[in-house]
T-cell receptor, first 115, second 116 residues
Framework: DTAVSQTPKYLVTQMGNDKSIKCEQN?????MYWYKQDSKKFLKIMFS???????INETVPNRFSPKSPDKAHLNLHINSLELGDSAVYFC??????????????FGSGTRLTVV | AQTVTQSQPEMSVQEAETVTLSCTYD???????LFWYKQPPSRQMILVIRQEAYKQQNATENRFSVNFQKAAKSFSLKISDSQLGDTAMYFCAFMSEGTGTYKYIFGTGTRLKVLA
């Protein structure tokens, strides 16, 4: 019973394509996140949703569009993919009242390779 | 803006020995939270240990302990009795208390290799 599941785990696609990564959590958490880990392993937040409301939107190209149909799901759609989008994308979730104590629960990541 | 610095890109340690990974951060806030995460080759992010800034006592979790120096803004991780399974990337992370949006600021990571 995976707590935060992302699909797909691996994605190889050509430049210019549009792709989506899906994330679901079964923990009943209030908040979900997308982080990007680049080729140097640096992790940076992209977006965060709390109960379907966008609360964090870092400086991310507008080719990236998150969508949260309900608080258990947060999907990431990427238009017109570029080589520089190649990275590992992590979904995570947290419970507001306990995030400072327990941190996030992370998914296992999606490795996106743009060729 | 907060920043987190991990000055050791790579480290190695012999099995059963002790190793310390360093982390410094910069913030003007008084209340915040610090975390260490482990990322093994499987890519999964695993919480190792956490520390609240208002607590002076250093956190410990089995073989893992921290040396938290608030005035120096330092948060190092000590791994005792290192095991082969400790081989991983280790990330230090800062979480602010004040904004109400609980995002991590991560350091650049330290790749730890435990040698048999």
């Amino acid at each position: 019973d995976t707590a935060v599941s992302q699909t797909p785990k691996y994605l190889v696609t050509q430049m210019g394509n549009d792709k989506s990564i899906k994330c679901e959590q079964n923990l009943g958490h209030d908040t979900m996140y997308w982080y990007k880990q680049d080729s140097k392993k640096f992790l940076k937040i992209m977006f965060s949703y709390n109960n379907k409301e966008l609360i964090i939107n870092e400086t991310v190209p507008n080719r990236f569009s998150p969508k949260s149909p309900d608080k258990a799901h947060l999907n990431l759609h990427i238009n017109s993919l570029e080589l520089g989008d190649s990275a590992v994308y992590f979904c995570a979730s947290s419970q507001d009242r306990s995030v400072k104590k327990y941190g996030y629960t992370f998914g296992s990541g999606t490795r996106l390779t743009v060729v | 803006a907060q920043t987190v610095t991990q000055s050791q890109p790579e480290m190695s340690v012999q099995e059963a020995e002790t190793v310390t990974l360093s982390c410094t951060y910069d913030t003007s806030e008084n209340n915040y939270y610090l975390f260490w995460y482990k990322q093994p080759p499987s890519r999964q992010m695993i919480l190792v240990i956490r520390q609240e800034a208002y607590k002076q006592q250093n956190a410990t979790e089995n073989r893992f302990s921290v040396n938290f120096q608030k005035a120096a803004k330092s948060f190092s991780l000590k791994i005792s009795d290192s095991q082969l399974g400790d081989t991983a990337m280790y990330f230090c992370a800062f979480m602010s208390e004040g904004t109400g949006t609980y995002k991590y600021i991560f350091g650049t990571g330290t790749r730890l290799k435990v040698l048999a």
